[in-house]
């Protein structure tokens, strides 16, 4: 995918230099930090991160933090490390727009796995163009095709669609949904997606079934398989 830049950031340096070293071979360019703050510093100063990568245990400003900062001015993908895997603080992290959260001991081949596909999503929203299980949109002409034929939505289901398709198999919970869908700054609650969500299912028609429920959190696009 080319010298795109990515801010990895632990407090450990073995660790940093083992998540450098399998990025760096898949042909990134990799940025260090060893806590929150010389992150969030560097990540400014750089102006073209493509993503970060954040251990959440940090001294000075934790991962969380550094979440929290960055979110306010940017959109860029981040990837949390942790050494917990307690339900709470992957659901917490994805609310606050954590894009992946992966936890340690990990596979740094596994590692490279996702950071390519939090990547390739980004780049696929950004080329204005998105294809899944005969769903087509055209986000300049701002059109959506069925199996050909064209369907009317309104503006909000289509940016949700859009959100959708652009993290197929992702677990997307309400909070976060509002949060990319209608902006921070919205103070609605969560049955605003579960209404959006039913009218767009009804749009869709057999295919309103890509918009799985996932109880007690929120909703995932996974297209039918092709046999």
Known sequence: ?????????????????????????????????ENGEDALDIFFQQNDIALVISDVMMPKMDGWQLCREIRQYSKVPIIMLTAKSDERDELMGFEMGVDEY????FSPKIL??????VLRRTMQAEEGGLEEGG????????RVTI????????????ELLTY????KGVALSREKILNNVWNY?????ARTIDTHVKKLRSKMG???????????MGYKFEAAQEK
Do not use: C
């Not at 199996?147 to 289509?158: N, P, R």
């Open 206 to 216: 057999k295919k309103g079934d890509y918009i799985k429920t996932i109880w007690g």
């Open 164 to 167: 959708f398709m652009i993290n």
């Open 102 to 105: 992966i936890s340690k001991p």
């Open 135 to 142: 769903i087509l949109i055209d986000k300049t002409a701002h």
């Open 112 to 117: 490279v796995a996702r950071v390519d596909a």
């Open 1 to 33: 995918m080319g010298q795109l830049k990515i801010l990895v950031v632990d407090d450990e340096s073995r660790m940093r230099k083992l998540v450098r070293d399998f990025l760096t071979k898949s042909g990134y360019f990799v940025i260090e930090a």
């Open 185 to 189: 700054d919205y103070f609605g609650d």
């Open 147 to 158: 199996d050909g034929e064209e369907i009317d939505l309104s503006v909000k289901e289509f």
